[in-house]
C-alpha cells in the first residue's frame, strides 16, 4: 500500500499527520515514511531523530567539456546551458538540467554530477528515508522518484510518501503511483483555495482520496471534509518536541479513523 | 570595433537577457561607421535567456556591450568570450554611444 500525503498549501499539517501515521502504523506493519519534500525535508525533526545515515547521492549526467577539444556540436540546447560561439564551447553548469539533448548525434560525452542526497534511519519495524537536494538545484524532481524507488526497494506493507506543498512537479512526481492520496487542509480561506487546486491534480491523476480537515474549530469556515484533526494545543507541543501525539487515546482515535481508511477497513 | 546595446522601445533596455533587439554599433577611429538592429530570439526562451542572448550577440562579433544591468551567468559568458561590459546610467541609446566614444563609461567589474 502506497499512500501519499499532500494538501496544497504549506503549513497545513502534511508532515505532522504522516508522522503520526507513521507511528501508528509501525505498531502493527512494517512502514516506510518517505520524505520527498527534498527541498525543505523535515521529517526527521517530527521523528525526534536528526542521526541519519546518508546513503547515496542522485547523479544527473551533465556534458563533460574539456580544453582544446574539438566538438562537432550545434546549439541545440534550450536551457541555454551549452553554447557555441565562434567554435569555442561554454557550458553554464548551474543551467544545464542533464537532459542530454546536446550528446545526439556529437561527440560529447558525460560526467556525473550529484544533485542531493538520499538519507536513511532505520527503525525496529520500519524506515524512515528522506531526499535532500543540495542548495541551489534548479531541478530536483529526479532526487524525489529516486528517493520514493529507494523507500519502496524496502518492500514495506505500508509506505507514507509525505509531499511537498503546492502543486508543481516535484509534488505531482511524488503522487505518482500512490494507490491512495490524503490530501490535509486547513478551514482558512487559504487552505481552501488551495485544496481545490490540489484536488484536481489528483483527480486528473485517477487516484482515490480523502480530504483531512486538520486545525478543525478556528474558524466558521464550511468545508467539506472525510476525516477532521482538531486544533489542539497538544498536537502543537508534540510536533515541537519531535513526539507523536498517539499518547491521548481522543487524538489517537482521529489518526484510527484515518488509518482504516488507508487499510481499507470500515 | 563593435558594440552592442539592449534596447526596448529605442531605449537602453533595463534587461539584457530579456531585450526586444539588440543595437549593433560599428565604430571606426572614434567615429559610428554604420548600425544594425537585430531581433533578440532567445527573449522568450524557457530558461538561459540571459546565457543564450550573449551568444547571439557574441557571434556577431562584438567586442563591448553597453548596459544598464546584467545577470551573473550572462555576465560569465561574455568575459570568457573577452567582451567588455560597460554600465550605462542613462537610458538614451545617442547618449550611450557618445559617452562610449568619450570614454566616460565605467565597466562592469
Known amino acids: 500500500m502506497i499512500v501519499a500525503v499532500t494538501g496544497g498549501k504549506g503549513g497545513t499539517g502534511k508532515s505532522t499527520l504522516s508522522s503520526n501515521l507513521f507511528f501508528y502504523f509501525i505498531e502493527n506493519y512494517k512502514t516506510a515514511l518517505i520524505d520527498c519534500d527534498v527541498e525543505t525535508p523535515n521529517l526527521p525533526y517530527l521523528l525526534g531523530c536528526e542521526d541519519l545515515n546518508p546513503i547515496k547521492d542522485i547523479f544527473i549526467e551533465v556534458p563533460n567539456i574539456e580544453e582544446g577539444k574539438t566538438y562537432n556540436y550545434n546549439n541545440v540546447c534550450k536551457e541555454g546551458a551549452l553554447l557555441k560561439v565562434k567554435n569555442k564551447l561554454i557550458f553554464v553548469e548551474e543551467l544545464c538540467s542533464g537532459c542530454k539533448a546536446c550528446g545526439i548525434n556529437s561527440n560529447i560525452t558525460f560526467k556525473k554530477r550529484s544533485i542531493g542526497k538520499i538519507y536513511e534511519k532505520k527503525f525496529d519495524n520500519g524506515y524512515l528515508i528522506v531526499g535532500k537536494s543540495n542548495l541551489g538545484e534548479r531541478k530536483t524532481a529526479k532526487i524525489v522518484t529516486e528517493t520514493k524507488k529507494y523507500g519502496l526497494s524496502k518492500h514495506c506493507e505500508i509506505n507514507i510518501i509525505d509531499t511537498a506543498a503546492g502543486t508543481h512537479c516535484n509534488v505531482v512526481r511524488a503522487l505518482i503511483n500512490a494507490d491512495k492520496v490524503i490530501i490535509v487542509t486547513e478551514p482558512t480561506p487559504f487552505g481552501i483555495s488551495d485544496a481545490k487546486r490540489i484536488i484536481k491534480v489528483v483527480e486528473k491523476l485517477n487516484i482515490p482520496y480523502k480530504i483531512v480537515l486538520n486545525k478543525y474549530g478556528i474558524s466558521d469556515l464550511k468545508i467539506n471534509y472525510d476525516f477532521k484533526i482538531p486544533y489542539d494545543k497538544r498536537i502543537v507541543e508534540c510536533y515541537c518536541k519531535g513526539e507523536s501525539f498517539l499518547k491521548y487515546d481522543d487524538l489517537r482515535n482521529y489518526m484510527e479513523e484515518i488509518a482504516n481508511w488507508i487499510l481499507g477497513i470500515g | ?109
Open chain 2, 1 to 109: 570595433m563593435k558594440i552592442a546595446l539592449p534596447i526596448e522601445n529605442n531605449e537602453l533596455s533595463q534587461h539584457f537577457g530579456r531585450c526586444e533587439k539588440f543595437m549593433i554599433v560599428e565604430i571606426e577611429n572614434g567615429e559610428i561607421k554604420g548600425k544594425e538592429i537585430i531581433e533578440n530570439t532567445a527573449r522568450e526562451g524557457r530558461g538561459g535567456v540571459g546565457t543564450t542572448s550573449a551568444s547571439l550577440i557574441a557571434d556577431k562579433g562584438v567586442d563591448a556591450i553597453i548596459v544598464q544591468n546584467i545577470g551573473p551567468k550572462a555576465y560569465n559568458v561574455l568575459k570568457q568570450l573577452g567582451i567588455e561590459i560597460y554600465k550605462a546610467n542613462t537610458t538614451s541609446i545617442d547618449e550611450c554611444i557618445k559617452l562610449f566614444l568619450e570614454k566616460k563609461l565605467e565597466k562592469f567589474e
